[in-house]
């Protein structure tokens, strides 16, 4: 009973974090300002990061683990140089 409803529940995650997925893809093509856009792909590499973390959790295997972990310093890193950019129009000073 308990593999069961564990196994339905990732599922449903997985699902989740997919649609999550969409929409924030979704203002990333559709955000009227950079900005916006920005926060859209900060979602969006958060619901991979996680994405990739039920997946894991329902194989059970730890590749995933290590993937999610590099997405999300990826992610960081690239959310602020993109931040920087906006705020004074250059990266490295």
Do not use: C, H
């Amino acid at each position: 009973m308990s593999a069961t409803i564990l196994s339905w529940s990732l599922l449903v995650a997985l699902v989740l974090v997919g649609l999550a997925m969409v929409v924030a893809s979704f203002r990333m093509m559709r955000g009227p300002r950079a900005q916006d856009r920005i926060v859209a792909f900060d979602a969006f590499y958060v619901n991979a990061m996680l994405l990739l973390l039920v997946f894991g959790m329902r194989t059970g295997s730890t590749l995933y683990f290590e993937a999610a972990l590099v997405i999300a310093l990826l992610g960081f890193v690239a959310t602020l140089a993109l931040a920087k950019f906006l705020m004074r129009g250059e990266i490295i000073e």
